[in-house]
């Protein structure tokens, strides 16, 4: 456990929580999830997931980072605007079953079906483990 993690980067940003940020080493512009396990046919080193909306747009910060990303890290930086989308970057980067990851993007996609709620964090957890 711990290959797959997310950075804490979402709340309001008062003074205090910039200043509790910077003593903990946070730096801006790092993508929404990690995944620190080399892909399936060994080209990246791990995987690095930014969500974004329909109209949403990378920071300088965030542009920055995935040039790192791409320049020095030996990974792979995917920005995603659906569950189905990580879905898939995520299925392309392991070299998992299509098939396998297509059914789950049936089943927890909400833009894809939504009228169903969205599944406990748990069982989403559990896909990707």
């Known amino acids: 456990m711990g290959l797959v993690y997310s950075v804490p980067n979402d709340g309001p940003l008062t003074e205090n929580r910039r200043l509790h940020?910077?003593?903990m080493g946070m730096t801006r512009g790092v993508s929404d999830v990690n995944v620190d396990i080399p892909s399936g046919d060994g080209k990246y080193g791990y995987?690095?997931?930014?969500f974004?909306?329909?109209t949403g747009c990378q920071s300088s910060d965030q542009h920055t980072f995935q040039s790192l990303v791409s320049q020095y890290g030996h990974g792979r930086y995917v920005i995603c605007r659906t569950v189905s989308e990580a879905?898939?970057?995520l299925a392309d980067h392991l070299g998992e079953s299509k098939d396998?990851?297509?059914m789950?993007?049936?089943k927890?996609?909400?833009r894809?079906?939504?009228k169903k709620p969205i599944p406990p964090l748990d069982d989403i957890w559990k896909a990707f483990v």
Do not use: G, M, N, V
Not at 47 to 50: D, F, I, N, T, V
């Open 21 to 23: 940020c910077f003593r």
């Open 47 to 50: 995987l690095r997931l930014e």
């Open 52 to 54: 974004k909306s329909d």
């Open 87 to 89: 879905i898939t970057a």
């Open 100 to 102: 396998y990851w297509q």
């Open 104 to 106: 789950l993007q049936k």
């Open 108 to 110: 927890y996609s909400p």
């Open 112 to 114: 894809e079906q939504p």
